[in-house]
């Protein structure tokens, strides 16, 4: 889809901004350009020779124009009659009786200077005023689309499903969010700003330069076609070339980001001098590209500067020509004045398109970063609510899959994780997941959240199929103490609120009781008001883990999930959490994922997967008696099945083998 219809109606939203900026531009530009006549007088009256005839009538300025003929008046000495006397001469020099004026002028040259001076600066002064006016009021265009459309933006990548994440890198979404958007707001500001002053100065310095002689403007405006063929080309050159250059951009916000977040690994390694020289490639490799882009954009300015040299020494040379021989051919009474004039025009013509030409690079990097942008806001999740989506009823549910089968999307081989795979979860039961690394148990989780859609089959939670689930109330009653705990840089309380920010400082402090996080909470000096650092970092991986188990318990869920939730617990803390897990698992569908099998015995039932099938599934006893792959795990372990067997979490009878075998 073209970018421009979906530009124009976020410029739309500040239309009458932008009409004003259009009047104050066309105001500002013309000013600028016409104020160049009011130079023409001083000219004359400079180089006035006294045997030059003064056409015209004689008339004195503080007479109406139609007083024609009567003698010249001296300037009068009070400032109110002063005042007027140069509005009566500036009425007449406009009202087209210039040669009136022109009387005066060179009876009173001083005072004619310093009037012309005074206009001249009036002039500027209101131009440069509109300028300002107009460059603060484009700012808030420009930062107010760009707000709008990193807000935007954000909350799009935000709200995109797993499979996105999966395969766009956090460079390239930072380098969306931070860089493009700020090109599409410079260009914005550019576009809406000066640039617009530029263009009617352009259009008004033209009719200056044809109003004083048409046809040198033939002349002047030889090198006007090449520089149209700049614009495109440069332009054209331009969108290309800053698509490979912010390419590489987001390489560098990628190898950066990814250095810091895992400074731990880096410095561990000592992989720091590695992790330098990947940055330093990857700056490398954008500044090659940005040289490139520069040679084009640098290219403009000079040829710019020199096509308007040309076009200078061509009207001077031809100009000067023609003013040597015929001036009338040059235009009517073409005077020395008019041809003066007629050059510090032209001078003046070819700053303004500077600017554009300038415009023209700002133009087609914005446009480009634009298509960057739109072209992550096209992307649409494919995870979506059905539209007959329901809630997740508020009871514990059942949880059910029937011969689900799932492959990660775009992996080279797509491989599926999972194949043919059956298994019902009682509402209420508590289901360890256990095997070896890579089986699938942390997969299994992904599909009971819907972070992935299924190939084939369906999972089911109190009887719906999950894509049949608003996501919203399926994410509401599921709370996952995940294998890699994620804090924010903010205080305990807010961490451990993260679900429900509504929770109170006592909710909060009992959930951290449940998780036995308490006691390390209040011995530390701010006790839950203590920010933990980023990702964290002023904690353990055990206190981290306890606040994870404590947030998730906060969130009040029908099924929880622990996924190695445990695993960073010393034995004795383990043991405690143990102690506690009837509490936390009462009226909740429960996984958990352990490697510690003495996590695991307490479940109702033990589900042992392989390659994303069910090997073995009861309980504790039964499977370690019957010597398969559990029972080989669990004596790896040094767990026996002797070991003084605990209750089960929720007292559901154990299921038998055979029940749900994929
Ligand atoms: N986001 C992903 N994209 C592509 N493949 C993935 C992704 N996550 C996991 N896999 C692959 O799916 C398979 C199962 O992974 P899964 O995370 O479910 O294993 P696991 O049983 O949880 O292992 P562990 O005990 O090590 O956590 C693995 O082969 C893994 O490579
Ligand atoms: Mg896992």
Redesign the pocket.
Known sequence: MSLLPRLLPRLWAFKFRLLNIAILSVVAGFLGAFSLIAFKPIIEVMFYQPGEAIEGPQVSPLAPPEDAGSPVIPLPSKIAEKVQFYKNLVQNYVAGHQEAAKQWMLHNKVHALILIGIILLVAQALGAYIKYVVEVMTAKIGLGIQKDLKDELFEHIVRQDMPFF?RTSTGQIMARLQNDTRKVQRMLMDFTGSTVIDFFNVIGLLCVLLYLSPRLTIYAAVTLPILGGLFYFTGRAIRKLSDKAEEHDAGVFHVSQEALSGIAVVKAFGADGHEVKRFKQATAQTNRRLLTLQRVQGFVGPANDFLSTLAVVLTLVMGGILFLGDRNYLGPDFQTADFTIYLLAITRFYRPIKGLLKLNVTYHRGMASLARIYRIMDIQPTILDAPDAVDLPDRTPRVEFHGVTFA?PR?RNPQP?LENFNLEVEPGEVVALV?P???????LINLICRFYDVQEGVVRIAGHDVRHLRQRSLRDRIAIVP?ETFLFNDTIHENIAYGRTDATRAEVEQAARLAHAHHFIAALPDGYDTVVGERGGKLSTGQKQRLAIARALLKNPTILIFD?ATASLDAETERQIRDSMRLICRGRTTFIIAHRFSTVMMADRIVVLENGRIVEQGSHETLYEAGGLYARLCNIQGIFVDTPPEATLSGHPSRSLANGLG
């Open positions: 999966s990660y992996r994780v095997g690394s890579g089986a699938g148990k942390t997969t294998q190695e």
